[in-house]
């Protein structure tokens, strides 16, 4: 059964025809990935806590809350399954039943309709696990949300972790050994403790994984322990541990409309919907660094004059202008973080305008608080760059999250049996 609205069948937004791609690479892909052009503002986060990672420690009985928006003019019937996968996001080889507990597939719950919004739009809500699904072993999971049981009809996938702590990890962040990347670079040093886990080959049979701000796209890996002692191994200044300290986040503030906030210059009543023009803004590649608050790289939905943002926060025209003295070539400039599922995607591609010479992008976001950062992807790469425009500082506060993974041969599987998330706070 479908919900219909009093509405165009577009609503305020100007939407890609339906029988136009909007997504033409492999599917799926186990990433972060939208591949309906209606679907906006998927959030996934520890249950209560909006800012939290998608991370679950198995049988701890922690739930994840999965958030999105459709703009269509009907509501669908969508399901969803968990795929496991190894720790390069690759489906592990083994049947549902083997990692699986219920169902194996289940139905969304129906959606609740926007309130008091000039785009309409339908607002889906999950928790995972829950009492028909339910992981029974740790290790990288995709969430996937498909359309009439078809999981080849895919609407969006999500990235989550299900942790156990069998092993434990120390860490400690300082200074690169190399002179040129002393000030702008942050080395990560771990010693990994396995007291009560059987592993016969400690090279082969464990792997370290390690994040910067929740980034999959410049995932850390390949850690060679220095030193190994019994139960023990340590990692002093690996290649692998070597991040760019990067810059504080840009944010921006439009969780109210009546009011001009932070880095907003002005807001613009359209016939459509509400335009926001930010400040603009200007690279930051320079050595002196300066400390900003941040929530590193994520957004936070929020209205100010309602309690149930899901539903009533509205969407507003966000105009982006990044002022250069010429185009940087070689590849293209985009605007990044969580509101990019921090990938550059093609909807966050900046225009070069050569009279005014400046970037420019202008991309419908829900009301809230927004952090953000302008990345430049060379042609040919899957990495962005977040240094060459925004800069890269030693003393920049970064989270982390260092995952350790064993190779399970009677499972046929790799688990995930260690984990540590941390902030930094660097002096000099």
């Given amino acids: 059964m479908s919900v219909l609205l009093g509405c165009a069948s577009t609503g305020p937004l100007d939407l890609p025809a339906q029988e136009d791609p909007y997504y033409d690479g492999p599917l799926p892909r186990f990433t972060d990935q939208v591949y309906s052009p209606t679907v ?21 009985g922690d739930r994840l809350e999965l958030h999105f928006d459709d703009l269509q003019d009907q509501a669908e019937y969508l399901s969803y399954t968990l795929v496991h996968c190894d720790a390069d996001w690759r489906p592990s080889d083994v049947p549902k039943g083997q990692y699986l507990e219920g169902a194996f597939t289940d139905y969304l719950p129906p959606p609740r309709l926007s309130f008091n919004t000039l785009q309409p739009y339908f607002h889906y809500a999950l928790e995972v696990p829950n009492d028909r699904m339910r992981p029974t072993r740790s290790g990288n999971y995709l969430l996937k949300v498909f359309r009439d049981n078809d999981e080849e ?11 156990e702590q069998q092993v434990w990890i120390d860490t400690q962040v300082q200074a690169s050994r190399n002179v040129e990347e002393r000030n702008s670079a942050q080395q990560l040093d771990l010693t990994i403790r396995y ?5 016969p080959d400690p090279f082969g049979d464990l792997r370290v994984v390690a994040l910067q701000n929740m980034r999959w796209d410049a995932a850390h890996s390949g850690f060679k322990p220095r030193f190994v002692r019994t139960n023990e191994l340590i990692y002093d200044f690996p290649d692998a541990g070597l ?7 840009r944010n921006f503030d439009v969780k109210d409309l009546r009011f001009r906030h932070q880095q907003v210059a002005s807001i613009v009543n359209g016939p459509r919907l509400t335009d926001v023009f930010l400040v603009p803004d200007t690279k930051r590649n320079i050595r002196v660094y300066f400390e900003q608050p941040d929530i590193n790289g994520r957004y936070l939905v929020q209205h100010v004059e309602f309690d149930d943002p899901d539903r009533n926060a ?3 025209n966000v105009h982006f202008t990044l002022k250069l003295d010429a185009p940087l070539y070689g590849g293209a400039v985009y605007v990044y973080g969580a509101l990019s599922d921090f990938q550059c995607r093609k909807e966050f591609r900046m225009t070069w305008d050569r009279e005014r010479e400046l970037y420019h992008l202008t991309v419908p976001l829900k009301q809230g608080f ?5 990345a430049f992807l060379p042609d040919g790469s899957e990495v962005s760059d977040l240094t060459r425009l925004e800069g890269s500082h030693f003393q920049t506060e970064n989270e982390y999250l260092v995952l350790v993974y064993f190779n399970d041969y009677q499972l046929r599987m790799q688990r995930l049996v260690g984990l540590r998330s941390f902030a930094t706070r660097m002096r000099n």
């Avoid at 009809?153 to 942790?163: A, E, I, K, Q, S």
């Fill in 314 to 316: 509205d969407y507003v």
């Fill in 40 to 60: 906006r503002t998927v959030q996934l986060y520890k249950q209560g806590f909006a800012l939290s990672q998608p991370i679950l420690e198995l049988g701890s």
């Fill in 243 to 249: 991040f760019p300290g990067n810059n504080e986040w």
């Fill in 153 to 163: 009809d895919l609407v969006l996938t999500r990235r989550l972790l299900v942790f």
């Fill in 195 to 199: 007291p009560g886990l059987d592993v």
């Fill in 370 to 374: 927004y952090d953000y950062a302008y």
